[in-house]
């Protein structure tokens, strides 16, 4: 038997556009990591289209896997459980768990590479409205109306397009589930998928008659079988572990635990939401879990996700859930969402004249782009005498749901907008437009948190993850938006992995009497100490930000008033 000091626990994320793994120690420490590149197909006509092959993600996944084990040096047998996390996307198999085509067109239903329909699909709109029209009670665990990117209005595309016997010869997965599965063999489904993307409401399962007011009838009929019944809440041990065939392909032991995974946010929550902060050298002191309920975690990548757990149930508008078992038995979880934050700031900075410039400008300096924009900016600020930022683009405003809000109007239909426009298109008003999205993401988040609290939670910080937490002008704007320090993790990339890591590890304690504590435990053990910004802006910039955010909820109204009366006339 192996000692405790040779246990190790693998973290497996699966991304918008790539897969990672990273090996973890018991005290969260990583040992290596690896990352692949996923394929995700677009449609030129369509922009509403992201497609993905399971097949390409498992590859990815392999591959990320045996290139761990073999820069760690550690062996195979030491690797005492696997946690998957992924993002929240549909993936079709048959019951075989072949991959089914899910693209528009005579294949679609027939065998085909292409099988995951991505959460920003968004093709699926027009199903979003037939099951807002329904006006059933499972909305009410979604905020009050279901999003296009959630799983059952994307199988019920399939399923108004798909001849019928190929339907009846789907199965579906959220993606983390599709992953426990491959390696696993067991169908299995995760809470965490099912009663966040598929409207499984918590304490009640399946509800069969709004199934069959919607038109999915046939799930009623078998059983729900295609969607999963045999559920399990985050980290709990899926079948055998590891099968024969999927250890061969990830150079691992048959049998190694594998837990019950989680979206990828979920994942963030975990990796970010117990940790310590250092400050003037000092680390905050351990808390208890009842203190992660003032605790909003921030998921920020592509896009950005935002958790907050809770003990009793939390209704709040345009908001999803309140979610019941999500990651602890018994807690429940609200999930607030901007779905585009990272790709948006990459949309303004690569759409501008000025981009190419500003590349060749950081290759010349060997820098970043960002620190060019931000020196840029920096620059603009002393030359006109600016107290801040926010002074330099006081005029200027941006409203950032240039692909539709998720919350906390939860309205797809939304579009990006900017006033204050001018006749430039030089570098400083690249650097200009890119202070203004940074603040609109800053603004939309206060909206959010604001909700939230408004509804009954009590947020008191933000703990950030993924990609955009090393953007340090962002971080500064959340604080001084928010009003609420902000904690960044020791490492900005591996939170998320991280927490799948921990939901291996989970899966080695066999019946813990209290599995929330349990949990708990772990996560504070394998969470480093991050670092805290606090709230700085001065009074003038104070009294900025809360006029830009007046006016940014205005701009909402007035958006939706406008649309009322195109429309009025158009239909």
């Known amino acids: 038997m192996a000692s405790l000091e040779a246990s190790y626990y693998l973290g497996i994320d699966v991304g918008t556009g790539s897969a990672r793994a990273a090996l973890v120690k018991l005290d969260g420490t990583v040992l290596a990591s690896a990352s692949q590149d996923t394929k995700t197909w677009r449609d030129p006509a369509d922009h509403h289209i992201f497609e993905q092959s399971t097949t390409d993600v498992w590859n990815s996944i392999c591959t990320t896997v045996r290139e761990v084990i073999t820069r760690s040096g550690v062996s195979p047998k030491h690797v005492k459980g696997i946690g998957f996390d992924a993002t929240c996307s549909l993936a079709v198999t048959n019951w075989e768990g072949e991959p089914i085509a899910i693209t528009r067109g005579p294949q679609l239903g027939e065998l085909g590479e292409r099988n995951i329909v991505l959460w920003a699909d968004h093709r699926a709109e027009k199903e979003a409205d037939l099951i807002n029209a329904t006006g059933s009670s499972v909305l009410d665990y979604v905020g009050g109306s279901i999003s296009l990117e ?201 759409t501008h004249p000025a981009h190419q410039e500003l590349k060749d400008l950081a290759k010349d300096q060997n820098k970043n782009i960002h620190d060019v924009l931000r020196e840029t900016l920096e620059g603009i600020r002393q030359g006109e005498g600016a107290e801040s930022w926010t002074e330099v683009i006081a005029h200027t405003h941006f409203y950032p749901d240039l692909h539709g809000n998720r919350s906390p109007i939860a309205d797809p239909r939304m579009r990006g907008s900017i006033v204050g426009l001018t006749l430039d298109s030089s570098l400083h008003d690249l650097a200009r437009k890119y202070a203004l999205a940074l603040e609109a993401i800053a603004l939309q988040t206060r909206h959010i948190v604001d909700k939230l609290n408004d509804a009954g939670h009590s947020i008191r910080a933000l703990y950030l993850s993924g990609s955009q937490a090393q953007n340090a002008a962002l971080m500064r704007l959340l604080a001084n938006v928010c009003n609420m320090p902000v904690v960044l993790p020791r490492s900005h990339a591996a939170s998320v992995v991280l927490g799948a890591a921990m939901l291996g590890r989970f899966a080695t304690v066999r019946d813990p009497p209290d599995p929330a504590a349990a949990l708990w435990d772990i996560m504070q053990e394998m969470t480093p100490p991050g670092t805290v910004v606090r709230p700085a802006a001065g009074e003038r910039e104070k009294r900025l930000l809360d006029v830009k955010y007046r006016i940014f909820l205005e701009s909402i109204e007035i958006q939706r008033r406008w649309r009322s009366q195109i429309d009025a006339v158009a239909n």
């Open 150 to 350: 959630m799983e059952i209005p994307k199988i019920l595309w399939l399923k108004r397009l798909m001849p019928a016997d190929r339907f009846d010869r789907c199965q579906f997965f959220d993606l983390p589930d599709f992953l426990t599965y491959r390696a696993t063999g067991a169908r299995t489904r995760s809470l965490c998928s099912l009663t966040c993307k598929c409207t499984y409401v918590p304490g009640n399962g399946w509800d069969r008659a709004f199934m069959s007011q919607i038109g999915l009838d046939s799930f009623v009929q078998n059983e729900f079988a295609a969607l999963g019944t045999d559920v399990l809440t985050a980290g709990k041990p899926v079948g055998d572990g590891l099968t024969v065939r999927a250890a061969a392909e990830l150079g691992l032991e048959p049998g190694t635990p594998v837990g019950s995974g989680v979206i990828d946010a979920y994942a963030g929550w975990l990796g970010t939401i117990a940790a310590r902060h250092e400050e003037g050298g000092v680390v905050s002191p351990s808390v208890s879990s009842n203190d992660s309920c003032h605790r909003l975690a921030a998921v920020a990548g592509t896009s950005t996700c935002h958790l907050v757990q809770s003990k009793e149930g939390v209704f709040v508008g345009g908001v999803w859930g309140p979610y019941k078992d999500a990651v602890f038995p018994g807690w429940w979880m609200n999930e607030g969402g901007q779905s585009s934050t990272g790709q948006l700031i990459d949309f303004i900075i690569s």
